[in-house]
C-alpha cells in the first residue's frame, strides 16, 4: 500500500467522524471556549469544517495563502463544508497519482508573502489531517460543557456507545 492509498483510507474512515463532531455542537453555545487562551467552539468548527476544502487546494494548486477569517460562518454551513469537502477531497485522491503526491512541491503562503511551509502534496496533507485529528479532540472535550451529547469517535463515549 502506497502512502496516498494509505491517507485514503484513512480519510474515508475519519470524514464521518469528523462529521459527528460537528453535528454535535449546540449551534447556541459556539462561543464556548474552557479558557481565555483557548479558542473557541466556533473557530475550532470552522477550522475542520474547511479542512477538506485546503487540502484540495493543496492538491490542485500545491499552494494554500493562509489568511486567518475575521468571522465564521453558521454551523449549518460549516457542517455543510464538511461534508462537500470530504466527498471532493476523496474524488482528488482517488484520481492522483502516487508520483505527485510523493513529489509535487506544496506551499502554505503568509498574508505578507512569507513561505511558512513547503513540503511534498503527500507530507503537507498528512499534516493537516493529524492537525484537524487533534483539534477534533480539543472539539470533542468542549462539546459536554457547552450541553452536548460526545459522540463516540474511536469508541464509546458516556453519551454514544458507538457500535457496541
Not at 476523496?90 to 510523493?102: F, N, P, R
Amino acid at each position: 500500500m502506497t502512502s496516498r492509498e494509505h491517507f485514503l483510507m484513512a480519510i474515508k474512515a475519519e470524514g464521518p467522524t469528523f462529521g459527528k463532531v460537528l453535528a454535535a455542537l449546540p449551534a447556541n453555545k459556539l462561543d464556548y471556549t474552557p479558557h481565555p487562551k483557548s479558542r473557541t467552539a466556533h473557530s475550532l468548527a470552522a477550522q475542520l469544517g474547511f479542512t477538506p476544502s485546503i487540502m484540495v487546494d493543496v492538491i490542485n494548486s500545491g499552494k494554500i495563502n493562509f489568511n486567518p477569517p475575521a468571522g465564521y460562518p453558521p454551523l449549518d454551513q460549516i457542517q455543510a463544508a464538511g461534508k462537500a469537502g470530504h466527498e471532493t477531497l476523496v474524488a482528488s485522491l482517488e484520481s492522483l497519482d502516487d508520483k505527485t503526491w510523493d513529489s509535487k512541491k506544496a506551499q502554505m503562503v503568509a498574508p505578507d508573502g512569507k513561505v511558512i511551509w513547503e513540503d511534498t502534496v503527500g507530507n503537507m496533507l498528512w499534516g493537516f489531517l493529524f492537525d484537524a485529528v487533534h483539534h477534533r479532540g480539543q472539539l470533542s472535550a468542549y462539546i459536554r460543557p457547552m450541553g452536548g451529547k460526545v459522540p463516540s469517535i474511536y469508541g464509546p463515549s458516556a453519551d454514544d456507545p458507538g457500535n457496541m
